[in-house]
């Protein structure tokens, strides 16, 4: 295929499957349940994160955890208690497990009660560094600045170890676009969308080979580095609405 030919389809798949029937299917649903700003973001981190395996189960682990929260995620990490964490003890979604779920809830809170949220982070960090990759890598940084195992590192990839950082990339995805089509919430205004970088996982990745977008054979972050600029030749100041094309593609095989 050409490059035109690739452009071409790329839009095609756009027009299609970034529409809001698509959104009850879809991790994405989790955050669609919420209408307070810092509500859609907290259920949108945890639904990223996790993020990987059937889709299905993703959505049916992040509900649940929702649910424990009495479906009031920002009050509830803001006021928990040891007590109220108890409740997560027994959560365990493939490797992300009970004592995974305490941290997390115990770093969101500090960000939160001390950093002025997961916005205020990330913004802050890309204004610093004009680079997605850094503003990633200084959140993980915060992140874990709260005591943890060093198990639940695995759970937020790091770009400077050249890892792709799928569940960040999607996660930002959400946050910042903003095509009034229903699906990304677009809540963040300081970071521009041309700015992103493609969530790439096995599926996206066997489907971009396949069009000839990418040529390193690992997923990681030289790849989604490559995968993106590729994509910033189609559309320079939305590149990432090219991950609804590249996940359709891969769905309809």
């Known amino acids: 295929m050409t490059q035109n030919e690739i452009n071409k389809l790329l839009d095609e798949k756009y027009e299609e499957f970034n529409n809001t029937a698509f959104i009850i299917d879809d991790p994405i649903s989790i955050p669609h349940l919420f209408t307070r700003k810092e509500d859609v973001e907290i259920s949108a981190f945890f639904a990223a994160i996790l993020a990987w395996g059937q889709r299905a189960q993703i959505i049916l682990n992040a509900d649940k955890l929702m649910q424990i929260m009495d479906y009031s995620p ?5 006021t928990a208690t040891n007590e109220d964490l ?6 365990v979604y493939r490797t ?25 982070v990330f913004t802050d960090a890309y204004k610093k560094y ?37 569940r960040l990339n999607l996660f930002l995805r959400w946050m910042v676009r903003q095509d009034n089509r229903g699906v990304d919430f677009g809540l963040w205004k300081g970071i521009p969308p041309s700015a992103l970088y493609c969530p790439l996982d096995v599926h996206t990745g066997e489907t971009s080979r396949e069009l000839g977008l990418l040529s390193i054979k690992q997923n990681n972050w030289k790849a989604v580095e490559e ?27």
Request: include cysteine.
């Open 74 to 78: 920002y009050q509830f990490i803001t």
């Open 86 to 91: 108890g409740s997560f003890q027994n959560f």
């Open 96 to 120: 992300f497990n009970g004592t995974d779920c305490v941290f997390f809830i115990r770093s969101l809170q500090k960000i939160y009660n001390k950093h002025d949220g997961l916005e205020k």
């Open 130 to 166: 004009g680079s997605i990759k850094m503003a990633i890598s200084v959140f993980r940084k915060i992140f874990f600045s709260t005591p943890h195992l060093r198990h639940s590192e695995k759970h937020i990839s790091d770009p400077i170890k050249n890892l792709a950082c799928k």
């Open 227 to 253: 995968l993106t600029c590729k994509l910033r030749k189609f559309d320079p100041v939305d590149p990432v609405k090219y991950d609804f094309s590249l996940f359709g593609l891969g769905f309809i095989k």
